[in-house]
C-alpha cells in the first residue's frame, strides 16, 4: 500500500538557519503531496501541495518540489524564524475516495 | 468563515466506558474523515464518509469503535468499552470533494485519556 516516510526528529536549529526536512513516499499511480503543519496548542493546517511530478508548492517561505524520479517531497525554508516552531507533516492523496496517508511527523524547534 | 470544530476539547473517562466524539466540518463540504494521533505515531486513518455513499470503515481498530454522519452534516464517533490505548488525539477533517488533489481541512482534535 501507500507509504510516506519522513526525517525523524526533532530537529533543533538556530534563527536564520536553513531548514531541509526530508520526505519520501511509495505509491501506485500519481498521488498528489502535502505537507501540513501543526503549531503548538493548533489543529493541523495546510502548509503547501503539489499535484503532478516537478510541480514546486510553496507559501510562508516554504518549498517542496515533486520530485517523481526520486519519489521525494523535500521541505525546504532558507531561514527559519522561531514561529516556525512546530510539527511538520508529509502526507500523500491517492485516488479518488481514499484518506490521506500521512508520516510521522518531524518536530522542528528553532532557538532565538 | 467557521473552521472545522470538534466537542468535548478534552476528555477524560474511565477504562470500560463508552465515549461520543462530536465533529462539526465546514458548511457544504462533501467529504469527512477522522484520524487519530497518538504520541510518537503519525495520523491514522480511520473512517471516512463522502455524500450519501456508504463510509469506508477500514481503518476502525476494532468493532469498539463506530461513527455516524448525520444528515451529511455533523458527524459522532463512538468508542465502546475503552481501553487505555484508546487514548489518543482524535482529529476530525473535512474537505469540499473527495480526491487525491482535495486538502483537508481539520479541526483542533479532542485529546482522549482513558484512565
Known amino acids: 500500500g501507500d507509504s510516506v516516510t519522513q526525517m525523524e526528529g526533532p530537529v533543533t536549529l538556530s534563527e536564520e538557519a536553513f531548514l531541509t526536512i526530508n520526505c519520501t513516499y511509495t505509491a501506485t499511480g500519481y498521488p498528489s503531496l502535502f505537507w501540513y503543519v501543526q503549531y503548538p496548542g493548533e489543529g493541523l493546517q495546510l502548509l503547501l501541495k503539489a499535484t503532478k511530478a516537478d510541480d514546486k508548492g510553496s507559501n510562508k517561505g516554504f518549498e517542496a518540489t515533486y520530485r517523481k524520479e526520486t519519489t521525494s517531497f523535500h521541505l525546504e525554508k532558507g531561514s527559519v524564524q522561531v514561529s516556525d516552531s512546530a510539527v511538520y507533516f508529509c502526507a500523500l492523496g491517492n485516488s479518488g475516495n481514499t484518506p490521506l496517508v500521512f508520516g510521522k511527523g518531524t518536530r522542528l524547534s528553532v532557538i532565538a | 468563515g467557521a473552521g472545522v470544530s470538534q466537542s468535548p476539547s478534552n476528555k477524560v473517562t474511565e477504562k470500560g466506558k463508552d465515549v461520543e466524539l462530536r465533529c462539526d466540518p465546514i458548511?457544504?463540504?462533501?467529504?469527512l474523515y477522522w484520524y487519530r494521533q497518538s504520541l510518537g505515531q503519525g495520523l491514522e486513518f480511520l473512517i471516512y464518509f463522502q455524500g450519501n455513499s456508504a463510509p469506508d470503515k477500514s481503518g476502525l481498530p476494532s468493532d469498539r469503535f463506530s461513527a455516524e454522519r448525520t444528515g451529511g452534516s455533523v458527524s459522532t464517533l463512538t468508542i465502546q468499552r475503552t481501553q487505555q490505548e484508546d487514548s489518543a488525539v482524535y482529529l476530525c477533517?473535512?474537505?469540499?470533494?473527495?480526491?487525491?488533489?482535495?486538502?483537508?481541512?481539520f479541526g483542533p482534535g479532542t485529546r482522549l485519556l482513558v484512565l
Open positions: 458548511s457544504g463540504h462533501t467529504a
Open positions: 477533517a473535512s474537505s469540499p470533494l473527495s480526491g487525491r488533489q482535495e486538502t483537508q481541512y
